[in-house]
């Protein structure tokens, strides 16, 4: 069981967002009753712990809406069944989560949890995209919290969860992180938490970004993913790295991944940030995020959110 804790700082709250609108039209069962269906999957809720901090309508709405949005970015809910169980500890709001082989999630909730928490928490995306990705060996856990910790933003961005400030804010905040210090060898072999969080978010970062200039916007990591799934490649699956590749590059037609492997996993390749922001056109002032749209990677910007 692998417990993700990919910020060391808490995250802004999201302006404007609206988890009704990130729901969606079409899921509308009936919440408090303990189970519910998201794209033919069962979600089931379980309490554990102290009594939940809301009713657990209100709580159960939190997990369906993140399924939703996680659904709706993979294009299917990627395990068949889900057993989510939030454990009422503590006095904070919304704490750390856990996944474990695409069959459970556990997710801490403290008295102060309310409902603005639940609108802007990450946590629960973030551990139901574990569920859309094989298990690998525990040399290559880096690939499977990055991508958790790339995609979490940018699924709850295109269903109107986030906005597009906040994704490049927390990125132009936290991805220095995962670069490479001196001594480093490859994400593959360096196992701090620096690497293993943002050290895989930039790997897949410079992958979406690399798929995106490639083909003009026509691939993505979104096909990545989803190829993978289409292999059988969800939470309950144990692949290698070399299939995990192999499908990836398959399914862009590419060979991005191949060469970003070896650069960065077997070997300590870095990524110079501010020239790549600064190509993308985004600035972060004091925390303030600033965006230059005539940036020559700007429309490569604006799509990775993009709804
Ligand atoms: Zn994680």
């Not at 880096?142 to 933003?153: F, V």
């Not at 490859?186 to 969080?197: A, E, F, S, V």
């Not at 399914?251 to 600064?278: K, R």
Request: charged fraction near 25%; aromatic fraction near 8%; charge should be negative.
């Amino acid at each position: 069981m692998a417990s993700c804790r990919p910020t060391p700082e808490p995250v802004a709250p999201a302006r404007g967002s609206d988890p009704a609108e990130a729901a969606g039209p079409a899921a509308q069962p009936e919440l408090g009753s303990g189970t519910f269906d998201v794209e033919g999957a069962t979600i089931t809720v379980l309490f554990d712990g102290n009594d939940p901090p809301l009713p657990p309508e209100e709580m159960e709405g939190w997990v369906l809406r993140s399924a939703t949005m996680v659904s709706d970015y993979l294009g299917e809910f990627p395990v068949p069944s889900l057993e989510v169980t939030l454990v009422g500890r503590g006095w904070g709001g919304v704490g750390f989560g856990m996944h474990q082989d695409g069959r459970w999630v556990t997710v801490y909730c403290g008295r102060r949890t309310n409902p603005r928490s639940l609108e802007n928490d990450w946590v629960m995306v973030h551990e139901m995209l574990h569920a859309g990705f094989p298990d690998l060996t525990r040399d290559h856990r880096w690939m499977q919290e990055g991508l958790s910790t790339y995609l979490e933003p940018i699924v709850r961005a295109r269903a109107g969860n986030t906005t597009e400030e906040s994704v490049w804010g927390r990125w132009t905040r936290s991805m220095h992180h995962g670069r490479p210090r001196s001594g480093d060898r490859g994400l593959d072999i360096t196992h701090t938490w620096g690497r293993t969080y943002w050290g895989g978010a930039l790997f897949w970062m410079i992958a979406d970004i690399e798929l995106r200039k490639q083909t003009n916007n026509d691939k993505s990591l979104r096909d990545v993913v989803r190829g993978i799934l289409r292999e059988g490649g969800n939470g309950r699956a144990n692949w290698s790295t070399r299939r995990v590749v192999e499908v990836a590059d398959a399914a862009t037609g590419t060979t991005i991944l191949s060469e970003l492997y070896a650069t960065m996993a077997e070997a300590p390749g870095d990524i110079d940030l501010d020239t790549l922001y600064e190509e993308l056109g985004v600035t972060n002032i004091d925390g303030e995020v600033f965006f230059d749209d005539d940036a020559p990677l700007a429309h490569i910007r604006r799509a990775i959110t993009r709804p």
